[in-house]
């Protein structure tokens, strides 16, 4: 299993198949995985469960190629079928006890949280990172909760009772907002499979995210 | 494990919250397991896993204590929790190796077909009961596939490859020509979650299918 890598300062990106411009999945991902992102989550909420697994399957190849960590979201059988390293999980969904039992104590478990008592909640139930947002304003997701601002993310930052992700909303503009407020690790979705050169868009990001 | 009963003459009861007037799931699975259905599939394609968890908990300690099998519908890592009876799966789905490899050799595992070739598929695949249909139009699935007619239940009829259950529209006032075409264990969602008076229903379509 490759180093979990919510610890370090970095970049990391979700799917969307509908956000990736017509490209094929793998070609979004290979540029990514060539780019040096090191964390991706698979997460699409429109496909069938046999089509999910035929692209994890894939991805679980390349990111092993590539040493990167491969997260599935929600889908635990899916992650199980194609070895993932862990599994992203909302409050909404399978609660982390019942996928720490079905994915063992090897994997690794994100979950979603957008108060600091679902992240006191978090740790109680034995997640290994959270994610913290919507920090903005997102399209990407249809069931999203109201976004969060920084308030959240500054408790997050003074609290680190486990690493986090910060998630919402996040990109090249405003990236640099996001880390002075304390985020390490950024995970972003449209800004980065939609972008049109995403080797560039990646390093784009990361410089600001730096400035 | 309840004896797997798409062998024997009887209904076949999937659940759809969104259909059963308001009353709550447990009151509807109560009312149909004591009017001695014995099958009974979980199937909500509108809720989170976190909800079908804690329902499927409440219907698995039902079935069992009513002798009934119990099968959840798609959700593999749900069965598997609540350790359901088995799984039923549709050709989108995870693929039936896939499903038994989560689930195990002694889980039951069914699958949806819509052809003969599909039939013979499932058979290859190691399922052991297919779903044939749609027998007629329905509307309680929002991606359901083209109405099969009574033509591939007739096939089904003739080449008993694996267990079948005739499903889709199946109702009180045609549920004797399905049976005349040779179903033995008949699916209903909205015709049995939707009476007003579920034991009532039951005993009608019973009789029904008998006469």
């Known amino acids: 299993m490759p180093a979990f890598l919510p610890n370090e300062t970095d970049l990391y990106a979700i799917t969307d198949a509908r956000l990736c411009r017509g490209r094929p999945l793998a070609d979004v991902a290979r540029a990514l995985l060539d780019a040096g992102v090191r964390i991706l989550q698979y997460r699409e909420k429109k496909l069938k469960a046999g089509k999910m697994l035929e692209e994890c399957r894939l991805l679980r190849r390349m990111t092993l190629e590539a040493g990167a960590c491969f997260i599935v979201n929600d889908h635990i059988d899916i992650a199980l079928l194609v070895e993932a390293d862990g599994v992203h999980i909302g409050q909404e969904d399978l609660p982390v006890p019942e996928a720490r039992r079905l994915m063992g104590q090897q994997a690794i478990i994100g979950l979603s949280t957008h108060t600091p008592e679902q992240a006191v909640a978090a740790v109680a139930a034995g997640a290994d990172y959270i994610g913290v947002g919507p920090i903005f304003a997102t399209q990407t997701k249809?069931?999203?909760?109201?976004p969060v601002g920084c308030a959240y993310l500054d408790w997050a930052a003074r609290n680190r009772a486990l690493p986090f992700v910060a998630i919402g909303g996040i990109k090249e503009h405003n990236i640099g907002e996001v880390a002075r407020h304390g985020a390490y690790c950024c995970a972003l979705v449209s800004e980065l499979v939609g972008?049109?050169?995403?080797?560039?868009?990646?390093?784009a990001v990361r410089r600001a995210m730096h400035a």
Not at 142 to 146: F, Q, R
Not at 197 to 202: E, L, Q
């Open 195 to 203: 972008a049109l050169d995403i080797a560039a868009k990646v390093a």
């Open 142 to 146: 249809e069931d999203v909760v109201a």
